[in-house]
């Protein structure tokens, strides 16, 4: 099931929230297309102390933060949430913060499950290893295999 909730973080928040995620340090996986962060739950560093006291309210006091996920992305989905590692006795709740959006954006809810391990699941064909990268002008193409493009890339 499905809820909705609205203005559950401050704006003060999502504005520290946006400079953590921002900010370079050892946590930040940055690329062209996608700017990642996974921080452990209970580990120092990053602002847990506000998404806790929300949780808490959302969801109570009973309950395991399997995966935390900051991403800022120029392809790729809007606003979604994946599946954990298939551990099928603590899925419960996906739950998004959503804290900038630039134009439209969604996310999809579907009336089916998948209690595996993360997967992806497309009807695009492509393999495993395909890429959509900005070439020097800023155009996005595809890469077949990135393995192989990279190759092609090394310097000796």
Not at 6 to 21: G, H, I, R, T, Y
Not at 93 to 116: C, I, M, R, Y
């Amino acid at each position: 099931m499905v809820e909705r909730f609205s203005e559950v973080l401050s704006q003060s928040e999502v504005d520290e929230l946006l400079k953590f995620q921002f900010l370079n340090d050892e946590l930040t996986d940055d690329r062209p297309d996608v700017r990642s962060k996974h921080p452990l739950w209970n580990r120092p560093g990053w602002p847990q102390y506000i998404l806790e006291p929300k949780l808490n309210m959302l969801l109570g006091s009973e309950y395991e933060v399997e995966e935390v996920v900051f991403t800022t992305t120029k392809i790729s989905f809007q606003i979604h949430a994946d599946t954990g590692d298939g551990r099928v006795d603590l899925l419960n709740k996906a739950v998004l913060f959503p804290l900038e959006s630039k134009g439209k954006s969604a996310t999809a809810f579907f009336d089916n499950h998948w209690q595996g391990p993360s997967a992806k699941f497309t009807k695009r064909e492509g393999g495993p290893f395909s890429y959509v990268l900005p070439d020097l002008n800023g155009n996005w193409i595809e890469i077949e295999d990135l393995r192989e493009f990279r190759s092609n890339c090394i310097l000796e």
